[in-house]
Structure formats: structure tokens, C-alpha cells
């Protein structure tokens, strides 16, 4: 009965229009006076708790890091590169589009962000070259759900905080599935392309490539130097968050000098209001996550999946599928936020790494957000493409099929993600 008014109350909030975040509270206070246990000052308590948390001062920095990166031009930049090296083969613009979603998915950590900045820059671009308005709009949102798999990770982090388990080793176990998504989506693209026609623009000269990369050297400097100093303990997920915003402070305000002080404020401003929607929303979730422990939602959970503790690989496909539903109606942060703290007891009692259970999870909700009816990252590059959903579905479904079947093999085979992670740490 509990968790069927948790559920209940939950979905009847949003379902009334309430914010994500107020639904959560208000599913809290309708477990509290169930349970007889209702206090005000409970809920205080829990919420400042829910954001007076170290690890959570790397969102904040994130956030800001890849604001800089936009407005300080590090992102033409790296597009531009990626241009002058893959512009003149067959469907270049799309590799271009892979590449980039890639090394921008080691800048920022956000989906939607890196959607919205990759879309802006090449959708327009293709659509003049030829290419298919639906092809195009969905390759640009498939690539931009590598954002939250490859370090920086923002709903990593949040898992993390959730969850208890290592930022670090999270960080570092996404690097190789990441590397995965994007090659996938590469041969998907390459099986599309044979039979287009499309322009290809002019191979650009062997200087012209040097040109472009001393331009871009300084951006594709600050993944490297993340991954080097998660790897050897030069610092923490948080402090490499701050890193990340200085760096991208310097190169665009000294180096390219593209970032003016009007735009900087701009940039703190639009970071500052995605951070306090992620921080609400995860002191609401603290409070929820408090009330689940109280009333044992994780052991009826656990009594539900009983049967299927025995089997990690059953009870993973059972949990990735379930998960990947509740992924297509409801976006990725509130997600993790609601399911982690009732799934870990169950993958902690099935003897599952909660490491690798971290990458899936968050792999899974990813695939959601290019899934109807909701899909965030899906309705973001439609309105860029400027096209409607249903169009941009009849494009999205090979990029949809290729990551089934690498989430599929990731389930199948742990050793992909395990031992690199291994090795990486």
C-alpha cells in the first residue's frame, strides 16, 4: 500500500502540473501523514541536507564550464577542427557531428546543452548541403546523449550522491562506453550515407588542418587533463569541476578572447538558474529519499525481484527494461533521483558492481531521451531542426537500434565496462 501511494501521489502531482520537484515533497508529505510521522521540521532538515553536499559543488561548476565554452568560442572551435579533418568525405558533416558531440560530451556533461550546441552549428549546415532534414535533426540528438555517459558526467554525479558510490570510478568506467556510442553511431551513419547525395565539401588543406588545430588545441587540452587528474588523484571530481571552469574562464577571456564581460554575465546568469533547478530538485529528492527509507520501500522492492536475485543478468535485463519505460515519460535527473535510492539495496543483494549497475542505469534513462513520448534531447533538436516529432522519428530509429544493441552487449558482457575500469583506476 505504501509504495502504491508513493507511485500514486507521485504521478498525481505531475500529472496536475506540478513541477518535478514540488511533486516530490508533496509525494513526502502524503508518506508522512500515512505513516503518522508528519514534521515540518523534518522536511527543513532534509532539504538543506539535500544540498549542503560537497560533491554536489561540481554541478554548479559544470554547468558554468560549459556556459564559458559556448560563449568563449571554444566549441566553433572544435567543430571547426573537426570540419577541416572529416568535412570532405561522404556524409562528413555527420562524422563531424559524432566528433563533436564526443569532445563536447568531455566538456560539459549535459545532453541537452550539448544538443542545443552541436544542433545550432551543423543542423542549419546540413540542411544546405543536402542532407535529410529527419536524418540530420536525429543523428544530432543521438550524439548528444553521450554527454551524460563520458566524463564530466552531471548525472553521474547526482548518482553518486544518491547512491554512495564513487564519483571517480563512475567517471572513468563511462569512457569506454562512451567511446562505443560514438563509433556505433559512426557505422550507423556510414550505412545510411552510402546510397545519399549530398555535398561534400572541398578537402582542406594540410595547413588549413594545422590552422585549425592550433585554434582548437587549447579546448581539446581540457578533457585530457580531467581524465589525467581523476586518474591519478590529482584531484577531485569537484575540484576538476572548478578546474574546468577556470580553464574554460581563461582560454575564452585571455587566449581567444572572445568572451567580453557584458556576455560573462549572461553566462553566470544562465548558469546560476539551471544550477538552482538541479539543486531544488535534489534537496526535494532527499526528502522523498528519506521518507523511502523509512517506510522500507527498497525491502518491498526486494521481496518483488526476490526470485530473480539468483540471476544478475535476468535481474539486470529486468531492471534496464523497466527503467528504460519509466526513462521515456519522465527526464533523467528526477529519475535517478527517485529510482537510485530504491534500486541499490536490490544490486547491492544480487552481488552486482554498483559501479557498472551506475553506467548502465544512467546508459538506459539516456536511450529515454531520445525515446517518445517525452524525449527531452528529442524535442530540443526538433525545435533546432525546426521540424515536428513525428518527423524526426521516421530518422531516429537506426540510432535508436545501434544503442539497444551495444546496452544489450554492455549487459551481456560486464567485462566491457569492468575491465577497463579496472585498468583506468
Known amino acids: 500500500m505504501t509504495l502504491l501511494l508513493f507511485i500514486g501521489s507521485l504521478l498525481g502531482g505531475m500529472a ?23 514534521d515540518s521540521l523534518i522536511i527543513a532538515q532534509n532539504l538543506i541536507n539535500g544540498a549542503d553536499n560537497f560533491p554536489l559543488m561540481a554541478v554548479p561548476f559544470f554547468i558554468l564550464a560549459g556556459e564559458l565554452m559556448n560563449a568563449g568560442g571554444i566549441s566553433q572551435r572544435i567543430v571547426n577542427f573537426a570540419m577541416s579533418m572529416f568535412g570532405h568525405i561522404k556524409g562528413g558533416l555527420g562524422y563531424v557531428a559524432i566528433i563533436g558531440s564526443l569532445f563536447f560530451a568531455s566538456l560539459s556533461g549535459s545532453a541537452v546543452a550539448d544538443t542545443a550546441a552541436i544542433g545550432a552549428l551543423l543542423i542549419p549546415m546540413m540542411i544546405r548541403n543536402g542532407y535529410n532534414r529527419n536524418r540530420s535533426t536525429a543523428l544530432i540528438a543521438s550524439g548528444g546523449i553521450i554527454a551524460p555517459v563520458i566524463p564530466p558526467s552531471i548525472p553521474m554525479i547526482l548518482f553518486g ?75 577531485t571530481p569537484t575540484e576538476a569541476a572548478v578546474v574546468a571552469a577556470f580553464y574554460a574562464f581563461f582560454v575564452g577571456f585571455v587566449v581567444y578572447r572572445q568572451l567580453k564581460l557584458p556576455k560573462l554575465f549572461e553566462v553566470l546568469a544562465a548558469s546560476a538558474k539551471m544550477t538552482s533547478v538541479i539543486m531544488f530538485l535534489t534537496a526535494a529528492a532527499m526528502v522523498t529519499g528519506w521518507l523511502i527509507t523509512v517506510a522500507n520501500l527498497p525491502g518491498m522492492v526486494s521481496e518483488m525481484l526476490g526470485p530473480l536475485i539468483d540471476s544478475p543478468l535476468l535481474l539486470m535485463t529486468v531492471i534496464t527494461l523497466l527503467v528504460l519505460v519509466i526513462g521515456m515519460v519522465m527526464d533523467l535527473t528526477p529519475n535517478i533521483l527517485i529510482l537510485t535510492p530504491v534500486l541499490m539495496p536490490v544490486i547491492i543483494q544480487a552481488g552486482i558492481d554498483p559501479v557498472y549497475f551506475g553506467l548502465i542505469f544512467i546508459l538506459t534513462l539516456c536511450i529515454g531521451l531520445i525515446t517518445p513520448p517525452v524525449g527531452n534531447v528529442l524535442n530540443v533538436a526538433c525545435s533546432i531542426g525546426k521540424i515536428g516529432l513525428v518527423d524526426v522519428l521516421r530518422g531516429i530509429w537506426p540510432f535508436l537500434l545501434v544503442y539497444f544493441v551495444i546496452l544489450f552487449l554492455l549487459i551481456l558482457f560486464p567485462a566491457i565496462v569492468l575491465a577497463p575500469l579496472e585498468w583506468l583506476s
Open 161 to 235: 550522491v544518491t547512491s554512495g558510490v564513487s564519483i571517480t570510478k563512475l567517471f572513468l568506467a563511462g569512457i569506454v562506453p562512451g567511446l562505443i556510442m560514438g563509433l556505433g553511431l559512426c557505422v550507423t551513419w556510414w550505412l545510411i550515407m552510402r546510397n545519399e547525395q549530398v555535398t561534400v565539401l572541398p578537402r582542406k588543406r594540410f595547413k588549413e588542418v594545422l590552422i585549425a588545430l592550433r585554434e582548437a588545441i587549447w579546448a581539446l587540452f581540457l578533457p585530457i587533463i580531467i581524465i589525467v587528474g581523476l586518474r591519478f588523484g590529482v584531484f
Open 16 to 38: 496536475i502540473g506540478m513541477p518535478i520537484a514540488f511533486a516530490l515533497l508533496f509525494s513526502a508529505v502524503i508518506m508522512m501523514l500515512y505513516l503518522g510521522n508528519f
